[in-house]
């Protein structure tokens, strides 16, 4: 079993609704929870960072932590074609020390116009 | 400022022969990843240097790999000798001391194909 788990789409929906991007985990040693976005052949790109559990608002994106569920969700509002991208999750343990990423398979997100 | 550079952007090789990937990380950046996507699968960490220190090797594969990062600056992934399995997108990234893999910036990645 992998440690995150991620649904890897397609997921296509229209211009201007709301989408939801989620992963689970399996170990509840991770603190620090990531969401990045990956145009194709490029890098990718940190949207926001979460440490342990809450909510945390850029703009029209919201990252939430569940660490009971052990389970985090990505909210991106108004959504812009634009925003068509892979997004991964990426989780870690600590920010000093033991620093590697572990991501998830990354979900390739299509905003229709 | 100028974001993290990798070279080369694409390589071809053969089975067999050696590779040599360059990451630049951001200016005054002492944490240097490298990681690896294959093919279908998730990105996956290979190592983590501060400055010229191997802080964490867990995630290099075998002894064929071999990275290297002298004078704490720019650093190097060499492969050798290549192997099909080898294949994939190989990711580079960098962040302030402290700020570990929360606020690491990544570079455009060095695709790797072995044929």
């Known amino acids: 079993q992998k440690e995150v788990e991620q649904d890897p789409g397609p997921l296509s929906v229209p211009e201007g609704a709301i989408v939801s991007l989620n992963c689970t985990y399996s170990n509840s040693a991770f603190q620090y929870f990531m969401w990045y976005r990956q145009y194709s052949r490029k890098g990718p790109e940190l949207l926001m960072y979460t440490y342990s559990s809450g909510n945390k608002e850029d703009g029209r994106f919201t990252a939430q932590v569940d660490k009971s569920s052990k389970y985090i969700s990505l909210f991106i509002r108004d959504s812009q074609p634009s925003d068509s991208a892979t997004y991964l999750c990426a989780m870690g343990l600590s920010n000093f020390g033991n620093e590697k990423l572990t991501f998830g398979t990354g979900t390739r997100l299509t905003i229709i116009p | 400022e100028a974001g993290v550079t990798q070279f080369p952007s694409h390589s071809v090789i053969e089975k067999g022969q050696t590779v040599t990937l360059r990451c630049d990380p951001i200016?005054?950046?002492?944490?240097l990843y490298w990681y690896r996507r294959v093919m279908g699968k998730e990105i996956k960490f290979l190592l983590h240097?501060?400055?010229?220190?191997?802080?964490?090797e867990s995630g290099m594969p075998n002894n064929r790999f071999l990275a290297e990062r002298t004078g704490g600056t720019y650093s190097t992934l060499k492969v050798q000798p290549a192997e099909l399995e080898d294949s994939g997108v190989y990711f580079c990234?960098?962040?302030?001391?402290?700020?570990?893999?929360?606020?690491?910036?990544f570079g455009q990645g060095t695709r790797l194909t072995v044929v």
């Open positions: 240097f501060v400055k010229e220190s191997k802080q964490d």
């Open positions: 200016s005054g950046h002492d944490n």
């Open positions: 990234a960098s962040s302030h001391l402290g700020q570990g893999g929360t606020e690491a910036f």
